[in-house]
């Protein structure tokens, strides 16, 4: 009975996160296998001084799975994984708003993360939650329901239906969309990311700001598209199939930059 009572926890901290991580699980293997397919030699070293011979995958959860921790300390970390706005800016407007917001956000959150682990003066623990969080919340900037909107807390208050099911909004770009392509995290890297230099120079020669403003366009298109219909299935994931991969592979390829120049 006691093990029961376990699994069954275990089951709901799993099941609980997941409804407000971005991505998904496979989600964020996905983002974090395709970097790793392009970390340099330098790069992969040093990461391996604070992971050891572990696939970048395994980690791309931890920041989620933290959540669950009761310390304290911990809470103000939830912010962290979204920056909210408000909808249909200007890039000029939405720079504007991420300058002005406040420091527990993620484009706050991240910047900060980037400099200490830069700079390097940290604790060997200080040094891989770094890297947990700079792999995660990487791939959270990807996802259009964490560039959005405070009062329908990114889309978890907006019901719809997948394929006849309750859901909402934010969880069908969390998972629905991902799960539905029935390709396990290195099944789907292999499928996105057809190695091209081209992909490397196109999708780094810009900065976190003008990423997460087409996070914040994709969002507003979201929001329209959600407004006129509430019932999705197969329309739907025709329509956004692409630009979901299309938003995964920038991630990946993104992330692979960001440690690059970090570690590298």
Same mark, same amino acid.
């Given at each position: 009975?006691?093990?029961? =009572?376990?699994?069954? %926890?275990?089951?709901?901290?799993?099941?609980? $996160?997941?409804?407000?991580?971005?991505?998904?699980?496979?989600?964020?293997? &996905?983002?974090?296998?395709?970097?790793?397919?392009?970390?340099?030699?330098?790069?992969?070293?040093?990461?391996?001084?604070?992971?050891?011979?572990?696939? @970048?995958?395994?980690?791309?959860?931890?920041?989620?799975?933290?959540?669950?921790?009761?310390?304290?300390?911990?809470? +103000?970390?939830?912010?962290?994984?979204?920056?909210?706005?408000?909808?249909?800016?200007?890039?000029?407007?939405?720079?504007?708003? @991420?300058?002005?917001?406040?420091?527990?956000?993620?484009?706050?959150? #991240?910047?900060?993360?980037?400099?200490?682990? =830069?700079?390097?003066?940290?604790?060997?623990?200080?040094?891989?939650? *770094?890297?947990?969080?700079?792999?995660? @919340?990487?791939?959270?900037?990807?996802?259009?329901?964490?560039?959005?909107?405070?009062?329908?807390?990114? !889309?978890?208050?907006?019901?719809?239906?997948?394929?006849?099911?309750?859901?909402?909004? *934010?969880?069908?770009?969390?998972?629905?969309?991902?799960?539905?392509?029935?390709?396990?995290? &290195? +099944?789907?890297?292999?499928?996105?990311?057809?190695?091209?230099?081209?992909?490397? $120079?196109?999708? &780094?020669?810009?900065? %976190?700001?003008?990423?997460?403003?087409?996070?914040?366009?994709?969002?507003?298109?979201?929001?329209?598209?959600?407004?006129?219909?509430?019932?999705?299935? #197969?329309? #739907? !994931?025709?329509?956004?199939?692409?630009?979901?991969?299309?938003?995964?592979?920038?991630?990946?390829?993104?992330?692979? =930059? +960001?440690?690059?120049?970090?570690?590298?």
């Amino acid at each position: 009975m006691k093990k029961m =009572k376990y699994l069954l %926890l275990i089951f709901l901290l799993i099941k609980s $996160t997941q409804e407000v991580s971005a991505w998904g699980l496979t989600g964020h293997r &996905t983002i974090a296998q395709i970097a790793e397919n392009h970390l340099t030699k330098k790069a992969r070293k040093n990461i391996d001084k604070i992971i050891g011979n572990q696939h @970048l995958a395994y980690w791309s959860n931890w920041a989620d799975f933290i959540k669950s921790d009761p310390n304290p300390a911990r809470k +103000e970390e939830s912010s962290w994984h979204f920056i909210n706005t408000a909808g249909n800016l200007t890039y000029e407007d939405f720079v504007s708003s @991420l300058g002005q917001s406040s420091e527990n956000n993620l484009y706050k959150a #991240y910047m900060k993360l980037k400099r200490d682990a =830069k700079a390097g003066n940290l604790s060997l623990v200080e040094k891989q939650e *770094h890297l947990y969080y700079l792999i995660h @919340l990487l791939a959270d900037a990807h996802q259009p329901m964490h560039v959005s909107r405070q009062e329908d807390l990114g !889309g978890n208050r907006i019901d719809v239906t997948w394929f006849g099911r309750k859901t909402n909004i *934010h969880r069908v770009w969390d998972s629905d969309l991902i799960d539905g392509e029935q390709y396990a995290y &290195t +099944e789907y890297a292999a499928v996105l990311d057809i190695y091209d230099k081209n992909f490397y $120079t196109q999708y &780094t020669s810009s900065s %976190l700001e003008e990423w997460l403003y087409e996070s914040h366009q994709l969002a507003n298109e979201i929001y329209d598209d959600v407004a006129q219909q509430k019932n999705l299935s #197969y329309q #739907y !994931g025709y329509k956004f199939k692409y630009k979901m991969e299309s938003a995964l592979l920038k991630a990946g390829i993104r992330l692979a =930059k +960001e440690l690059n120049e970090i570690y590298g």
